[in-house]
């Protein structure tokens, strides 16, 4: 099973990468060009495996950059307040 076949699993994965990132001292810049990267990945070559994928994708594709960027950036925010629960 892949973490894109479950929506929870992905944003588990998704805080984790994210920990990681920031304990090997990548700022949040380059966290969110990260996310931004992984986003255009996850939409032009990953097919939405749920609904909430599916959404995200169809978001991501009527979104221009500067929109895409914002929706990146709320993915990053969305699962480290999660995870700060």
């Given amino acids: 099973m892949s973490v894109l076949d479950n929506w929870n699993e992905w944003k588990q994965f998704l805080d984790g990468k994210i920990d990681q990132a920031k304990e090997g001292g990548l700022s949040d810049q380059v966290i969110s060009d990260i996310a931004y990267q ?48």
């Fill in 38 to 85: 992984v986003g255009e990945y996850l939409a032009s070559e990953v097919d939405p495996k749920n609904e909430q994928e599916r959404v995200m994708s169809d978001l991501w594709k009527a979104a221009d950059p500067e929109e895409q960027k914002a929706i990146a950036n709320v993915m990053v925010k969305l699962v480290q307040n999660e995870n700060n629960r």
